[in-house]
């Protein structure tokens, strides 16, 4: 079965400070890559998906995440973090074969002016 | 439009009892899902249908879960017996047609299970 691990579990930055989440994964076939995003108050929300080609995508507000195939990753990164990102981020896979969601187990993200 | 819609949003009841959850998904998406957030975790899937039938059921913990979604859009969550580990935050999302459609999730019911 596939696991994803997210190795940062709480994460504090100032204002215009980058970002970078890390996200890896187990699984040995064809991957679709997801990360979405909690606010506080409100559901999970799509942020950026890989199903192939590019594997450099951009997502909303800004956010963008690298797959890197060899090393079974898919890292979150946002040049400058703005307060209003303060939320849950979830990394999540999707065997290419399968229609379910595999999560990590979150990281919090706290942004301070 | 209307996202996927979930009812009750918290629910306490004591242990041994019966509940069921209900989720509304986006008009038109015939792909349904539930997970099930424990605290501190990510979402963990439970079981996926496709129109009305399940079509991966593996993630249900035990025969104490089950779900049904007759008509092939409102789906009910059925746990018998609870007990306080079912305690969670139970999530809905539904997809244009599954596969590798976006998923889009509902607002969760928080159960408590006393």
């Known amino acids: 079965a596939q696991s994803v691990s997210q190795h940062n579990h709480h994460v504090i930055l100032s204002e215009a400070a980058s970002l970078e989440l890390g996200c890896n994964y187990s699984?040995?076939?064809?991957?679709?890559l997801f990360w979405y995003v909690q606010y506080p108050g409100q559901h999970l929300q799509l942020l950026l998906k890989?199903?192939?080609?590019?594997?450099l995508v951009k997502g909303i507000k800004g956010f963008e995440a690298e797959f890197i195939k060899s090393k079974f990753s898919f890292n979150l990164r946002k040049p400058s973090v703005q307060w209003s990102d303060t939320a849950e981020y979830f990394c999540?896979?999707?065997?290419?074969?399968?229609?379910?969601?595999?999560f990590g187990t979150g990281t919090r993200l706290q942004v301070t002016l | 439009g209307a996202g996927v819609s979930q009812t009750p949003s918290n629910k306490v009841t004591e242990k041994g009892k019966y509940v069921e959850l209900r989720c509304d998904p986006i008009?038109?998406?015939?792909?349904l899902y539930w997970y099930r957030q424990s605290l501190g975790q990510g979402p963990e899937f439970l079981i996926y249908?496709?129109?009305?039938?399940?079509?991966?059921d593996s993630g249900l913990p035990n025969d104490r879960f089950f779900a049904v979604r007759p008509e092939g859009s409102v789906s009910t969550l059925k746990i018998q017996r609870t007990e306080r580990g079912d305690s969670a935050v139970y999530l809905c999302a539904s997809s244009f047609d599954g596969g590798s459609n976006e998923q889009y999730f509902g607002p969760g019911t928080r159960l408590t299970v006393t």
């Open positions: 999540a896979v999707e065997p290419g074969t399968a229609s379910k969601l595999t």
């Open positions: 890989y199903f192939s080609g590019d594997p």
């Open positions: 249908f496709q129109g009305t039938g399940a079509a991966d």
């Open positions: 008009s038109g998406h015939t792909a």
């Open positions: 699984y040995g076939g064809t991957v679709n």
